[in-house]
């Protein structure tokens, strides 16, 4: 229904409570939705938004704890943003309510009850696509990340402080791979020389590989060593929090390998 209201010309608005639903729908959501564009030589446009929240941490067990980067970043036709605030998510959803494009907005079930300044103007707030945000600057590494981790990431700057380096937060906000503001992140590699992409995704389900081989094709001349990557164990997750938990990262996780990946080019 959504895909035919978006080809006659209304604007859609979905929600998959959980984005293991979208296999469900895989062949309208990715066989038709993200080829449509294609498939009629650009004389379709799509302007269809889809909303679906991670729930990774709540205990929902393996088929309503999925995070859909990976998946939805397989099909070119779809364009894919990740808040990771109040702030962002107004100017980006503003901006997919402008797009003739299909567009994924990633919400995180942990950022639900946090609160966060909002524009004054919410209705006329854009944030552009294509567009990453530095959290926060510095000199030894580049860390690039997206969606809640980038809200935690920052948490742990202090963290990162008393280990004794400086970390450059960059937070991609639009992830569809021809989004990836790799601009911002060649100019933060000229500053630091390494990178380190943490997710929260099971590597198998994430982007870091794909991202990883860009920057080292497009960067290499500006790396001292090899890019890192941190994501969760490639399980399903558990219905036990505990075991949950486990499967992922955690803040003093994402700490050591950030030190770790910053003195291999002092190696």
Known sequence: MAAGAA???MKSIIEIIFPDFSLVAADQIFNQIGKA?????????????????????????????????GLYALFSGWRIIAPANAFDYIGLFNTAM??????????????????????ENEIDYFVPLNKARTVTEGDDITLITYGVMAYRCEKLISGFIEKGISVEIIDLRTIDLPGLDFETIGESLKKTGAAIIVEEAPANHSIG?????????????????????????????SVSKVLEKEAGIDGETIINNTVLAAKRKWE
């Not at 402008?98 to 524009?119: A, C, R, T």
């Not at 794909?210 to 997750?237: H, Q, W």
């Open 7 to 9: 080809i006659s010309g």
């Open 37 to 69: 564009r294609h498939m009629y030589g650009n004389t379709t446009d799509i302007p269809l938004v889809l909303r679906t929240r991670i729930a990774i941490g709540c205990g929902y067990g393996g088929q309503h704890s999925m995070d859909p980067v």
């Open 98 to 119: 402008q797009s003739n494009d299909p567009i994924l907005i990633i919400e995180h079930h942990q950022l639900y009850p946090l609160k966060f300044p909002v524009p």
């Open 209 to 237: 590989a794909k991202i990883a081989a860009e920057l080292t094709e497009m960067c290499f001349d500006y790396l001292d060593g090899p890019v890192m990557r941190l994501a969760s164990f490639d399980v399903p997750n």
